[in-house]
């Protein structure tokens, strides 16, 4: 079955005001999130184990993927339904490895070539970006706008998701673009109303990719 990537929210501690990972992964999920992607830097091992069983149940309540970023670990230690890792985490092969062939594997490439080198490896989905300019990692480079989803999605067969500075009023352009989903985290967790900011882009997803379907089959 292929995996719904359309929306695609990852939580960010220091993006989540005053909420927390489980209260913004709820109320994403609410809106319509079909992927959480757990993203955590500085939380011990134990915590992170905890708080990630508690939102791989809220996930499955709502038909939705479990992703941990990075940590092959915990994702194995409280049975994730996938890991994401970048290009200086851990290598693709042995991250598939450990995770088995029934667990999502998802990895960063930022052009074509790294690309089609992550699917060789094993990797369900791509991660490709910084498309537009955004504030939360400040050592990915220069935004590179939405050329490199069409040059990466035309280079692998595995679906592309777009991630990088992307709210409601530019997703539609990455989807048009070749992404089968976007990966955002401020236009959302940082909303005043999660739930609302993720239905909005939920919507826009589904608008943009009906458009698609319309002009393919005419």
């Given at each position: 079955?292929?995996?719904?990537?359309?929306?695609?929210?990852?939580?960010?501690?220091?993006?989540?005001?005053?909420?927390?990972?489980?209260?913004?992964?709820?109320?994403?999920?609410?809106?319509?999130?079909?992927?959480?992607?757990?993203?955590?830097?500085?939380?011990?091992?134990?915590?992170?184990?905890?708080?990630?069983?508690?939102?791989?149940?809220?996930?499955?309540?709502?038909?939705?993927?479990?992703?941990?970023?990075?940590?092959?670990?915990?994702?194995?230690?409280?049975?994730?339904?996938?890991?994401?890792?970048?290009?200086?985490?851990?290598?693709?092969?042995?991250?598939?490895?450990?995770?088995?062939?029934?667990?999502?594997?998802?990895?960063?490439?930022?052009?074509?070539?790294?690309?089609?080198?992550?699917?060789?490896?094993?990797?369900?989905?791509?991660?490709?970006?910084?498309?537009?300019?955004?504030?939360?990692?400040?050592?990915?480079?220069?935004?590179?706008?939405?050329?490199?989803?069409?040059?990466?999605?035309?280079?692998?067969?595995?679906?592309?998701?777009?991630i990088g500075g992307i709210d409601c009023?530019?997703?539609?352009?990455?989807?048009?673009?070749?992404?089968?989903?976007?990966?955002?985290?401020?236009?959302?967790?940082?909303?005043?109303?999660?739930?609302?900011?993720?239905?909005?882009?939920?919507?826009?997803?589904r608008d943009a990719k009906k458009r698609?379907?319309?002009r393919e089959s005419t």
């Amino acid at each position: 079955m292929p995996l719904k990537l359309d929306t695609y929210i990852i939580t960010n501690a220091d993006i989540v005001s005053g909420r927390g990972h489980i209260e913004g992964a709820r109320e994403a999920l609410q809106g319509g999130a079909d992927v959480i992607q757990f993203r955590e830097k500085k939380m011990d091992t134990g915590a992170m184990i905890r708080v990630c069983e508690i939102i791989q149940t809220l996930c499955r309540q709502h038909g939705a993927i479990f992703i941990v970023n990075d940590r092959v670990d915990v994702a194995l230690a409280m049975d994730a339904d996938g890991v994401h890792i970048g290009q200086k985490d851990m290598p693709a092969t042995i991250a598939r490895r450990l995770i088995g062939p029934h667990k999502i594997l998802g990895v960063s490439a930022g052009d074509g070539e790294k690309a089609k080198k992550a699917e060789a490896d094993g990797a369900d989905y791509v991660g490709t970006g910084m498309i537009f300019n955004a504030g939360i990692k400040k050592d990915v480079g220069a935004a590179k706008g939405v050329a490199v989803l069409r040059e990466v999605s035309r280079a692998v067969k595995v679906p592309v998701v777009a991630i990088g500075g992307i709210d409601c009023d530019n997703a539609a352009t990455c989807i048009e673009a070749g992404a089968a989903g976007c990966a955002v985290i401020t236009a959302v967790i940082g909303a005043e109303d999660v739930r609302q900011a993720a239905a909005h882009l939920a919507q826009v997803i589904r608008d943009a990719k009906k458009r698609i379907r319309e002009r393919e089959s005419t």
